[in-house]
């Protein structure tokens, strides 16, 4: 903001200062000058003992060159020059801060973050203006009262200190977003902190927290939660009712048991690592559709329950180090594409066949499936109960699985009894990847009231029928590697869809109908041919926090993409676009918005 509008309320003769002396280390006043007209000052990595009183001053103060030309052209006029909103001075040696701090009202982004801090002073409550302020990795034994005053706050990272409690009042940082507490020596969480309403992702990995309040089920806007390291026994029921929960870490705790999850329909990663877990069972899994991630390595689990194969999304497995003796052929059906099995007394599954990976060992289940279901023919007589192709039908799956399976088949068409043998069974999972499908079979309708995910890959469709389009309960559809270059738009009416695989078919335009289902949360096209997105439809996309465009025709990525902050994993390698670079691509979705917000035009 101008200083012409807006008077200091704390020193009213401030813009008519004599030049003040500095004391302690000086700053260049190339970069004063360059602060004042772009508001952002940064000094980390300075070795500074001190904050120079200049910079406390930049705001009311004459500068320096003021006293030395009163010529100025209308770029330089100092008293009409942009206040400081962003200060930097990380990485130092900064051992306390001075209340002049108050003399920065208009400070917007605070990082002190790396520095010998062992308090901060009771005059930060001034920064009202205050967004994003990080003291992480310093010496905090405790914080001001005063920051509970700071209701413009949206990220807050006191991560790596030496913190035993949190003030009264922290509830009254209502605009707070981001909150990192991790790696210090909390031993209790207040039950307040379920007032924190607009909270985002909460990270209290690292502390010494043996419970968790069940009030913490009130944040309803919580998608991340992070308890990893502490000594957690239990975790309460609640914690199974939050519904935007999209990622748990609950790792190297103490826990034996697990709470069920009716409400996380959208957790999509659930890390239980070195716990002392011994049971895993249906009630645990059964709500879990969305699930990408799923970390039981060093447990003490004993079984793996059928209805694992119930997790369709599930791409990540991790079963290590646990006492298995057996694994379901059923997880032969799963689209994994990690599964670690190591330090498991298996029976069931050579070692040779471990060790060649996750595809081997899918492959070598699903084996079992089609020589069980041999076996099992032979045994049958021929009797009137007996279905005409029973070899073709999976009753196990059927009925145990809730799963109708004719996969690898390289079939053309889907025959009958299969869907005659579902009609007193409930369906929620379809597999008719790899056969060779030239259309969507007409009786899928038959079972749109259940259901919720369906596997058409590997097939040769080159359209979608409006059969599909009618099963409204759909979550997850996966169309990869067929020759489709369109969808109908009859699909918008999927008004569940979370989850859709399009990757390796003919796709010119990244198709239309996607953006107005607002359900969508990944969105998997790569390897087609798409040439652009709509920057400004993708951001009415709320849900949306998966992209994969790898391997497109993407000349340019219009900057405006970067205001997709919704998004948390944007794939963009292997297009001919040459910015932005492949350095920043590395950096990962987080830098990479950053870049294309930075490019918007003003």
């Given at each position: 903001?101008?200083?012409?509008?807006?008077?200091?309320?704390?020193?009213?003769?401030?813009?008519?200062?004599?030049?003040?002396?500095?004391?302690?280390?000086?700053?260049?006043?190339?970069?004063?000058?360059?602060?004042?007209?772009?508001?952002?000052?940064?000094?980390?990595?300075?070795?500074?003992?001190?904050?120079?009183?200049?910079?406390?001053?930049?705001?009311?103060?004459?500068?320096?060159?003021?006293?030395?030309?009163?010529?100025?052209?209308?770029?330089?006029?100092?008293?009409?020059?942009?206040?400081?909103?962003?200060?930097?001075?990380?990485?130092?040696?900064?051992q306390?801060?001075?209340?002049?701090?108050?003399?920065?009202?208009?400070?917007?982004v605070?990082?002190?973050?790396?520095?010998?801090?062992?308090?901060?002073?009771?005059?930060?409550?001034?920064?009202?203006?205050?967004?994003?302020?990080n003291?992480?990795h310093?010496?905090?034994?405790?914080?001001?009262?005063?920051?509970?005053?700071?209701?413009?706050?949206?990220?807050?990272?006191?991560?790596?200190?030496?913190?035993?409690?949190?003030?009264?009042?922290?509830?009254?940082?209502?605009?707070?977003?981001?909150?990192?507490?991790?790696?210090?020596?909390?031993?209790?969480?207040?039950?307040?902190?379920?007032?924190?309403?607009?909270?985002?992702?909460?990270?209290?990995?690292?502390?010494?927290?043996?419970?968790?309040?069940?009030?913490?089920?009130?944040?309803?806007?919580?998608?991340?939660?992070?308890?990893?390291?502490?000594?957690?026994?239990?975790?309460?029921?609640?914690?199974?009712?939050?519904?935007?929960?999209?990622?748990?870490?609950?790792?190297?705790?103490?826990?034996?048991v697990?709470?069920?999850?009716?409400?996380?329909?959208?957790?999509?990663?659930?890390?239980?690592?070195?716990?002392?877990?011994?049971?895993?069972?249906?009630?645990?899994?059964?709500?879990?559709?969305?699930?990408?991630?799923?970390?039981?390595?060093?447990?003490?689990?004993?079984?793996?329950?059928?209805?694992?194969?119930?997790l369709?999304?599930?791409?990540?497995?991790?079963?290590?180090?646990?006492?298995?003796?057996?694994?379901?052929?059923?997880?032969?059906?799963?689209?994994?594409?990690?599964?670690?099995?190591?330090?498991?007394?298996?029976?069931?599954?050579?070692?040779?066949?471990?060790?060649?990976?996750?595809?081997?060992?899918?492959?070598?289940?699903?084996?079992?499936?089609?020589?069980?279901?041999?076996?099992?023919?032979?045994?049958?007589?021929?009797t009137?109960?007996?279905?005409?192709?029973?070899?073709?039908?999976?009753?196990?799956?059927?009925?145990?699985?809730?799963?109708?399976?004719?996969?690898?088949?390289?079939?053309?068409?889907?025959?009958?009894?299969?869907?005659?043998?579902?009609?007193?069974?409930?369906?929620?999972?379809?597999?008719?990847?790899?056969?060779?499908?030239?259309?969507?079979?007409?009786?899928?309708?038959?079972?749109?009231?259940?259901?919720?995910?369906?596997?058409?890959?590997?097939?040769?469709l080159?359209?979608?029928?409006?059969?599909?389009?009618?099963?409204?309960?759909?979550?997850?559809?996966?169309?990869?590697?067929?020759?489709?270059?369109?969808?109908?738009?009859?699909?918008?009416?999927?008004?569940?869809?979370?989850?859709?695989?399009?990757?390796?078919?003919?796709?010119?335009?990244?198709?239309?109908?996607?953006y107005?289902i607002s359900?969508?949360?990944?969105?998997?096209?790569?390897?087609?041919?798409?040439?652009?997105?709509?920057?400004?439809?993708?951001?009415?996309?709320?849900?949306?926090?998966?992209?994969?465009?790898?391997?497109?025709?993407?000349?340019?990525?219009?900057p405006?993409?970067?205001?997709?902050?919704?998004?948390?994993?944007?794939?963009?390698?292997?297009?001919?676009?040459?910015?932005?670079?492949?350095?920043?691509?590395?950096?990962?979705?987080?830098?990479?918005?950053?870049?294309l917000?930075?490019?918007?035009?003003?």
């Amino acid at each position: 903001m101008s200083r012409q509008l807006r008077a200091p309320r704390f020193d009213p003769r401030a813009g008519f200062h004599a030049e003040v002396k500095d004391r302690g280390p000086s700053v260049p006043q190339g970069l004063l000058k360059a602060a004042r007209s772009s508001g952002q000052l940064n000094l980390a990595g300075r070795n500074l003992g001190e904050v120079p009183q200049c910079v406390w001053r930049i705001n009311v103060d004459i500068p320096e060159e003021a006293n030395q030309n009163l010529s100025f052209s209308s770029t330089e006029r100092w008293w009409d020059q942009t206040d400081l909103t962003k200060l930097i001075i990380s990485s130092n040696k900064l051992q306390s801060l001075s209340d002049d701090l108050r003399l920065l009202p208009a400070l917007t982004v605070l990082d002190i973050h790396d520095n010998q801090l062992t308090s901060l002073p009771s005059a930060i409550r001034e920064l009202d203006n205050l967004q994003k302020l990080n003291v992480s990795h310093n010496k905090l034994k405790m914080l001001p009262e005063e920051i509970t005053s700071l209701k413009s706050l949206r990220t807050l990272h006191l991560q790596h200190n030496e913190l035993t409690c949190i003030p009264e009042g922290f509830e009254h940082l209502s605009s707070l977003e981001d909150l990192d507490l991790s790696s210090n020596r909390l031993a209790t969480v207040p039950a307040d902190f379920a007032l924190l309403s607009s909270l985002l992702r909460l990270n209290l990995s690292s502390n010494q927290l043996k419970n968790l309040p069940a009030e913490i089920s009130r944040m309803k806007r919580l998608k991340h939660l992070d308890c990893d390291a502490n000594l957690l026994e239990t975790v309460p029921p609640d914690v199974g009712s939050m519904e935007s929960l999209e990622l748990l870490y609950l790792r190297r705790n103490k826990l034996r048991v697990l709470p069920e999850f009716p409400s996380c329909r959208q957790l999509k990663e659930l890390h239980l690592a070195e716990n002392q877990i011994e049971k895993l069972g249906a009630e645990h899994l059964q709500h879990l559709q969305a699930i990408l991630v799923l970390d039981l390595r060093g447990n003490k689990l004993q079984s793996v329950p059928e209805e694992m194969a119930l997790l369709q999304s599930l791409e990540r497995l991790d079963l290590s180090n646990n006492d298995i003796s057996s694994l379901p052929c059923s997880l032969g059906n799963l689209h994994l594409k990690f599964l670690a099995l190591e330090g498991n007394p298996l029976r069931t599954i050579r070692r040779e066949i471990i060790a060649k990976g996750t595809q081997e060992v899918l492959k070598y289940l699903r084996s079992k499936i089609k020589d069980d279901r041999t076996n099992q023919n032979d045994s049958v007589p021929e009797t009137a109960m007996t279905l005409p192709s029973e070899a073709r039908v999976n009753i196990h799956a059927i009925a145990t699985l809730k799963l109708l399976d004719y996969s690898d088949k390289q079939a053309t068409l889907i025959p009958d009894d299969l869907f005659d043998a579902t009609k007193t069974t409930l369906i929620t999972s379809i597999n008719f990847s790899k056969n060779q499908l030239c259309e969507i079979p007409q009786r899928i309708v038959e079972l749109k009231e259940m259901v919720l995910d369906i596997n058409l890959s590997f097939n040769k469709l080159s359209f979608i029928s409006h059969e599909l389009c009618l099963l409204q309960k759909l979550t997850f559809l996966d169309l990869r590697n067929n020759f489709l270059s369109s969808l109908p738009e009859e699909m918008s009416s999927l008004t569940k869809l979370q989850t859709i695989n399009l990757s390796f078919n003919r796709f010119k335009v990244f198709p239309e109908v996607l953006y107005r289902i607002s359900t969508l949360e990944a969105v998997l096209i790569s390897n087609n041919q798409v040439g652009s997105v709509d920057p400004q439809k993708m951001k009415l996309m709320e849900n949306l926090n998966t992209l994969d465009l790898q391997n497109n025709d993407l000349l340019q990525i219009p900057p405006e993409l970067g205001n997709c902050v919704q998004l948390r994993t944007l794939l963009l390698d292997g297009n001919p676009f040459r910015v932005p670079r492949a350095a920043i691509l590395m950096k990962g979705t987080a830098a990479v918005l950053e870049y294309l917000r930075d490019r918007i035009p003003a």
